[in-house]
């Protein structure tokens, strides 16, 4: 008995999904038979909106396959002065010889047309023109009008006709505090950049006095040294080479005695020999190393 009522239960089970089955194949879109070769439906949603509001602009194009090549759809539609908010979209459904084309992009009012200047603006715009090649062919054409658009005003007559503009919060600046007095501040920074001033030209012209002070031992330590070496080899050369030594040196000795010593061997006769230039020089590297 148990047996028998199990082999029902799974009868009954296997009809009722057949019967599903044949209830979904039922229900399924029967195929639209095209009324034209080409038609076109825009809409706006919504056809009432403020300034900034989000409105979908959307085209429906119907085409029948079987008279049109559905690939050489063209559109052409201004939806000015609304502003794109982003990419359109393309969506294609086929219905047996009914191919659906829907074209979407959102769009708002934001610009000056929009601004409503007695409560609503009515706007109106071209038509949608649609184009399409025939399998013969020729050319299918066809346009129709957009919706009109009615744009409200986000502010009432009353709202501008008002003296002081309603706020949620105090606007008003809060009274001014400073921790020093602006005018002690101006006169103490105008007090620093005096003592800056003064301060820079000193620091300029104490540079100024130690690069002078600095240049010429410097310079003279180098002309001496340049002298004397000039000197040590001129103890090889002839006599005109020594003279024209020991008068260079001469010049740049710093000693007096030691100078006039140079000059007078520079000048004298006979010619100076190479053992006495020798010890000249000797003798001035002597005093003047450090």
Do not use: N
Not at 20 to 28: D, F, K, Q, T, Y
Not at 233 to 247: I, K, N
Request: proline fraction near 8%; charge should be positive.
């Amino acid at each position: 008995m148990g047996a028998l009522r199990a082999l029902v239960a799974a009868a009954l089970a296997a009809a009722a999904v057949a019967a599903v089955l044949v209830i979904g194949r039922s229900g399924s879109v029967p195929p639209i038979e095209p009324t034209a070769p080409l038609a076109v439906q825009p809409t706006l949603d919504p056809t009432a909106a403020q300034v900034g509001d989000r409105i979908i602009a959307r085209v429906v194009v119907e085409l029948d396959r079987t008279t049109v090549r559905t690939g050489t759809l063209r559109l052409t539609d201004d939806l000015a002065p609304l502003t794109q908010l982003a990419a359109a979209t393309t969506s294609r459904d086929v219905r047996g010889k009914l191919e659906l084309v829907t074209v979407s992009v959102p769009v708002a009012c934001v610009t000056d047309p929009c601004v409503a200047h007695s409560g609503v603006t009515h706007l109106s715009f071209p038509r949608v023109r649609a184009r399409v090649t025939a399998r013969d062919g020729h050319v299918e054409t066809i346009s129709r009008p957009w919706p009109g658009l009615d744009v409200r005003a986000r502010v009432a007559a009353a709202d501008l006709a008002a003296a002081q503009p309603p706020f949620v919060a105090d606007t008003s600046p809060h009274a001014v505090s400073y921790r020093v007095s602006p005018s002690l501040l101006a006169a103490l920074l105008d007090a620093l950049a005096a003592l800056l001033a003064v301060g820079s030209v000193a620091l300029i012209a104490w540079q100024a006095l130690a690069v002078h002070r600095r240049r010429r031992p410097v310079r003279e330590a180098g002309e001496l040294e340049r002298a004397l070496r000039l000197a040590r080899e001129a103890e090889a050369r002839p006599p005109a080479d020594r003279r024209r030594a020991l008068g260079l040196l001469s010049r740049v000795l710093p000693s007096k005695s030691l100078s006039l010593a140079a000059r007078e061997l520079a000048w004298s006769e006979p010619a100076p020999e190479r053992t006495t230039l020798e010890e000249l020089v000797a003798e001035i590297e002597r005093s003047t190393s450090p």
